[in-house]
């Protein structure tokens, strides 16, 4: 086990100096060879985890030195203002040159959101592990017993499920009779008026023999969808843990890449079953539609803001673990550094999740969905203090409370959908979280 003491020095005469430079919010970095980080640990503090599993990177805080919440729906744009005057007083201490600046998670819904800035990270990539300790101002001390339970946690060996979960339907809101009721309204309001695409949403809530473990649900999470952003937060009274598909957009320096991912359908065991799956996706007419109106929104935000823009004529298949999706990857340069907040704010929520125009399908939704989202189609991820970012939609996601588990999907709805099929292909979006509990 890593000696939490080897650490406390150097990490407290690097803050004794930024104090004495009269810093009043200071982070240090140092490497750290030997940890492992896999899963959520099983600590008290407050938790935010962030896993790309195909590119070995993840990245973990724990406590909370500083936050800024704002409420609305313009709350984006706030939230970006307080990360910039947060960066023009910020000091951060890297001794060793790791070059990784810290950052702060992100969550957002349609309520509202929040940035915070965790009091331990501990991240890895690059073949490289590395620790931030930033303290909370008013408790300086709190990050030493906070580290010394992340060591603790991390060095604990692992221990498989203890046996297979059994789930068992409370409830569904609404159910399958009022959800095809109301896509058919929805579908009446697409072919008479401005509407061009509605996102209706259904939840599902589960129970289960035994609480079910956050640490094991990511494990089986980052196995079956590699190639998702596996997340996972301890908000609105409980762990919130998914596999998002769908990168809202992740910043590097100026430059910017995005998804468009909408257009759907099932995966088959049978390779050839699963290849003429495909082949229809790509040509069927109203996926097709569906899907250009998320890049046609992409486009028109990002055009403005771009030195060169990189869109491909024709979307790809995105073949993920039980679906697949039409998927269009978006590359940009920006002019200038426009904030990686302000942009999302443009961005989200985006014909994938709401509708198109956005605020006609707002005004809908408000009057007909039956049912609070909660954080399901928000934003997850991280900024950091020197500009860069990694935001994702809230999506394929499991909200945990002991033996409770919510469950969330949506399909996407055009003039010409069919009602019964959209009720399935939620279905085999809620699906797609089942069989991962079940091997939690």
């Known amino acids: 086990m890593i000696d939490s003491r080897n650490l406390e020095k150097p990490i407290q005469q690097a803050l004794r100096q930024a104090k004495r430079d009269g810093h009043a919010l200071v982070s240090v970095t140092l490497p750290l060879p030997g940890a492992t980080l896999h899963s959520l640990p099983q ?77 331990i990270q501990l991240g890895s990539g690059n073949q490289t592990t590395y620790l931030t300790v930033t303290p909370d101002p008013a408790q300086p001390d709190a990050w030493i017993d906070t580290l010394e339970r992340l060591l603790v946690a991390i060095d604990r060996p692992y221990e498989p499920p203890p046996g297979p979960l059994l789930l068992s339907l409370e409830r569904q809101v609404p159910d399958a009779s009022v959800w095809i009721a109301l896509a058919e309204r929805a579908v009446e309001s697409l072919a008479d008026s401005a509407l061009q695409k509605v996102v209706l949403a259904r939840s599902v809530s589960l129970t289960s023999q035994r609480p079910v473990d956050a640490a094991h649900l990511i494990r089986t999470l980052a196995c079956q969808h590699a190639h998702c952003t596996i997340f996972a937060a301890d908000v609105h009274e409980g762990c919130w843990v998914g596999a998002s598909p769908e990168v809202l957009l992740n910043r590097h320096a100026l430059e910017l890449f ?103 399908a707002r005004t809908w939704l408000q009057k007909y969905e039956p049912m609070d989202r909660a954080w399901f189609t928000g934003l997850s991820g991280w900024v950091d203090v020197a500009g860069g970012a990694a935001l994702n939609v809230v999506l394929r996601c499991a909200h945990l409370q002991r033996d409770r588990i919510d469950l969330y999907a949506g399909a996407g709805l055009v003039a010409d959908s069919v009602s019964a099929a959209e009720w399935d292909e939620t279905e085999i979006k809620l699906d797609s979280m089942i069989q991962a509990l079940k091997a939690a």
């Open 258 to 360: 995005c998804e468009a991912v909408a257009g759907t359908v099932r995966r088959d065991p049978y390779q050839s079953v699963d290849q003429e799956l495909g082949d229809w996706l790509l040509r069927d007419a109203k996926n097709r539609h569906e899907h250009q109106l998320v890049v046609d929104l992409l486009r028109s935000v990002l055009e403005p803001l771009s030195a060169s823009l990189a869109i491909p004529r024709q979307p790809s298949l995105l073949r993920l673990h039980t679906l697949q999706h039409l998927y269009t990857p978006i590359r940009a340069t920006l002019k200038e550094d426009t904030p990686a907040l302000e942009i999302a704010q443009a961005l989200h929520p985006s014909p994938a999740v709401c509708g198109s125009p956005r605020q006609q």
């Open 43 to 119: 600590v008290p503090d407050e938790r935010y985890f962030w896993m790309r599993p195909d590119r070995g990177e993840q990245w973990l805080g724990l406590g909370r030195a500083w936050r800024f919440e704002q409420p609305g729906e313009g709350h984006l744009g706030g939230l970006s203002e307080a990360l910039k005057d947060l960066s023009s007083r910020f000091c951060h201490i890297d001794p060793d040159a790791c070059g990784v600046p810290p950052r702060l998670s992100l969550a957002s819904d349609s309520h509202g959101g929040r940035i915070t800035l965790p009091s």
